[in-house]
C-alpha cells in the first residue's frame, strides 16, 4: 500500500516550453504532497508543499509563477515547469503524506527535466 | 530553523562487514521524528528506520539499526552484513512538531559502497 506514481520519468523539452510532471496517490488520499528539486549528487530540496484544494506553500527562493503547482483532488498534484530553460534540469521528486507523526510518507520515482 | 548534519560525504565497505554513518541535527524542540532514506542508483527514495525522539530505545529493522542519543543531538545508521544491494546514498532527515510533523529537512547525504 501507500504507492505514489509519478510521470514522466524522464522528459526532454526544448527551451521556452512548458513542462508538466504529475504525481498521483495510487492507493490513499493525499490531503498534502511535497516536491522537491534534486541535482546530481546533492540532497533533496523543498519546492513547495502542496495542500488539496488551495494554494501551493512555496518554498524562499523558488519562483511561483515558474514553477506551478496545482492538487486540485486528494491523489493527484501537478508542476507545472513553465518556460523551461536549461537551468531548470534537474531531477524533480514528488511525496505525499497518508498519515500523521512521520508515519506516512512515500516518495514518488521521481523525474529527470531535461531542458535543451 | 532544524539543520541536519552528515559529516560521512563517502564511505566503503566490503560485503558482510558493519557500517556506521553518521548523522547529528540542531534542533530546539523536544518533539520529532528521526529518519534515514536510501536512494539506490534508481533514484527511488526509500524509508530504511524511523525513530520517534520520546522513545529512548533504538529503532532496530533486520540488518539496520540506529543509535540515538538525544542529548548529543546525535543519530547513527548502523548496517550490518552490508550487501551489494546496500549501495545507495543514505539520507538522514528530521521531522519536527512545529512543522506539524510535516516537513521534511534533509542532510546533504552519505554515498555508501559497498564491494565484494
Known amino acids: 500500500g501507500a504507492v505514489v506514481s509519478q510521470h514522466p520519468s524522464w522528459v526532454i523539452c526544448k527551451s521556452g516550453t512548458s513542462v508538466k510532471i504529475e504525481c498521483r496517490s495510487l492507493?490513499?488520499?493525499?490531503?498534502?504532497m511535497f516536491w522537491y528539486r534534486q541535482f546530481p549528487k546533492q540532497s533533496l530540496m523543498l519546492m513547495a508543499t502542496s495542500n488539496e484544494g488551495s494554494k501551493a506553500t512555496y518554498e524562499q527562493g523558488v519562483e511561483k509563477d515558474k514553477f506551478l503547482i496545482n492538487h486540485a483532488s486528494l491523489t493527484l498534484s501537478t508542476l507545472t515547469v513553465t518556460s523551461a530553460h536549461p537551468e531548470d534540469s534537474s531531477f524533480y521528486i514528488c511525496?505525499?503524506?497518508w498519515g500523521q507523526g512521520g508515519y506516512g510518507y512515500t516518495f514518488g520515482s521521481g523525474t529527470r527535466l531535461t531542458v535543451v | 530553523a532544524q539543520t541536519v548534519t552528515q559529516s560521512q560525504p563517502e564511505m566503503s565497505v566490503q560485503e558482510a562487514e558493519t557500517v556506521t554513518l553518521s548523522c547529528t541535527y540542531d534542533?530546539?524542540?523536544?518533539?520529532?521524528?528521526l529518519f534515514w532514506y536510501k536512494q539506490p542508483p534508481s533514484r527511488q527514495m526509500i524509508l530504511v528506520i524511523r525513530?520517534?525522539?520520546?522513545?529512548?530505545q533504538n529503532a532496530t529493522e533486520n540488518r539496520f539499526s540506529v543509535n540515538f542519543q538525544k542529548a548529543a543531538k546525535s543519530f547513527s545508521l548502523k548496517i550490518s552484513d552490508s550487501q551489494l544491494g546496500d549501495t545507495a546514498m543514505y539520507f538522514c532527515a528530521f521531522m519536527g512538531e512545529d512543522s506539524g510533523y510535516s516537513t521534511l529537512t534533509f542532510g546533504k547525504g552519505t554515498m555508501l559502497l559497498v564491494s565484494p
Open positions: 534542533t530546539s524542540e523536544n518533539n520529532y521524528y
Open positions: 492507493d490513499f488520499q493525499a490531503t498534502t
Open positions: 525513530q520517534e525522539a520520546y522513545k529512548q
Open positions: 511525496s505525499a503524506s
